[in-house]
């Protein structure tokens, strides 16, 4: 054991109702909305194919002429009970926000910039309206705060000098400034997300990230924390110095999953995915042709892919600079969201079940040991393989809606087959299988000898 002062805090996972509520959710909804919105991705008459909330890096533009964008900060369109309420019909059980970027620019009328809302055209404290538009929909709210701050002058990529790590205290003394603004003003806020965190300057300062988790606990009894904003004494990032993880929950599968074969070893600890609708593309694009945008039954399946594992999934959206969401945005939320309608039994307060991965798709597990198979790919020998973990039988089978009984054929030791649909549901759909304790299976089965 390596002796810490600012390692891991959680033995074990929270079993606390705060991370309860945490776990249950299982979905969410990201919004990346800012300055960046605005160009969409275009500057200067050139498009940029890298994430558009990165356009000043890409297009190398001065802080300076970057935050004049202020000027045309006007979203005319945004209402924030039609956010909530898509939110809502997408089946999304909480929503975390951008309250600022790496650009600096604050959705909230912070007292410690001057780039925020406040100074624009619009003026109206856009992350109070939405934290109450959620709340009042029975939506959990979570921010999302870069620590990287690209319009702040005391912030430094690495502490090289004297100079440096005076300007970074500095700096430090501004994000808790920040910090505690949003803690106060918005008391409802159930987690913080923390990003821009990889920085030499940050691993130098584990201590700052220790103090950052503490003072957000001390102010917000139940908050939550991502494993991003942390590094310990030796500058270990998310996992300590001692292989524990750090924050409340794993926060590093940002745009991809663990493999549910070779990757078991998530389901010890919590973890949230967040994920893209295009290739990479946080903030809005205004040309989603330049790379690949995922089908409604592509995001369900990579929803359904982290909750068999154990995690959460934060799907990703881009508001427009006008307060309004582009059409295959809004299309997406509405196609997730009559599918969890029908199906979020198998996701809600679901878990990872312990059976081996199968070709057809996942398995997840309720608060009351059912075990549901979530079927992505019906396979042509019409029957669906189920292979129980040992001293398990499977009773019963029945489709998620109808109710249809499905046969249960039992095939070799701890083995079945699952019959299909008497009539193709069209779209993925969830089996609902009664397990039990055996007794001992049949003394028919008996391994070869090779
Ligand atoms: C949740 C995402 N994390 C931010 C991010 O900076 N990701 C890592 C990254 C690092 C370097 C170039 C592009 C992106 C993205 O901008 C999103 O906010």
Redesign the pocket.
């Known amino acids: 054991e390596i002796p810490l002062k600012y390692g891991a805090t959680n033995d074990g996972k929270r079993q606390d109702p705060a991370m309860q509520k945490f776990r249950d959710n299982r979905l969410g909804a ?1 919004i ?1 909305w800012g300055l960046y919105a605005i160009p969409g991705g275009e500057w200067n008459g050139k498009v940029y194919g ?2 558009a ?2 356009l000043k ?1 890409w297009a190398k533009v001065p802080a300076d002429e970057w935050l004049k964008l202020m000027d045309q900060w006007n979203p005319t369109k945004f209402d924030a009970k039609k956010w909530a309420k898509m939110a809502k019909e997408m089946g999304a059980k909480y929503v975390k926000i ?1 309250t600022k ?2 650009e600096g620019f604050c959705l909230w009328p912070s007292k410690y910039s001057k780039y925020t809302v406040a100074n624009t055209p619009y003026k109206k404290d856009v992350l109070g309206e939405m934290v109450k538009a959620y709340n009042d929909e029975g939506i959990d709210v979570h921010f ?1 705060f ?1 620590v990287m701050d690209w319009s702040h002058p005391d912030y430094r990529y690495s502490i090289k000098s004297e100079e440096d790590s005076i300007a970074f205290s500095r700096f430090l003394e501004f994000t808790d400034n920040q910090l505690k603004e949003l803690a106060t003003r918005y008391p409802t806020v159930k987690d913080f997300w923390f ?2 965190t ?1 920085d030499a300057s940050i691993k130098k300062n584990g201590w700052w990230t220790a103090h950052a988790e503490q003072m957000l606990k001390e102010m917000l009894p139940g908050v939550t924390i991502n494993s991003r904003l942390r590094a310990d004494d030796n500058g270990k990032r998310h996992f300590d110095s001692n292989g524990r993880l750090m924050g409340d929950y794993e926060s590093g599968y ?1 745009r991809r999953l663990p493999d549910p074969v070779k990757d078991l070893k998530v389901t010890q600890w919590d973890w949230e995915a ?1 994920m893209t609708i295009p290739e ?1 593309q ?2 809005y694009h205004k040309d989603w042709s330049l790379s690949y945008v995922k089908t409604p039954i592509e995001v369900i399946d990579r929803i359904v892919h982290a909750v068999s594992m154990g995690g959460n999934m934060v799907v ?1 959206f881009g508001p427009q600079a006008d307060g309004d969401f582009r059409p295959e945005e809004k299309a997406l939320a509405t196609a997730i969201g009559k599918w969890m309608h029908r199906y979020g039994e198998a996701v809600y307060a679901c878990d990872y079940a312990g059976f081996d991965k199968q070709d057809w798709g996942y398995y997840t597990r309720g608060k009351n040991g059912e075990v549901y198979m979530i079927v992505f790919n019906q396979p042509y020998s019409e029957r669906l393989v189920v292979k129980t973990p040992k001293g398990i039988s499977v009773e019963k089978a029945a489709l998620l809606g109808t109710g249809e009984e499905m046969n249960v054929v039992e095939t070799a030791r701890n083995e079945y087959n699952i019959s299909i649909p008497e009539k193709s549901p069209d779209e993925p759909y969830v089996i609902r299988l009664k397990v039990r304790a055996a007794k001992g299976t049949k003394g028919i089965y008996r391994d070869a000898l090779t």
Request: contains cysteine.
């Open positions: 990201f990346h890298g994430a909330e990165w890096s951008t970027h790496h999302y870069s990003d821009g990889w940002e967040c990479n946080w903030g990703n």
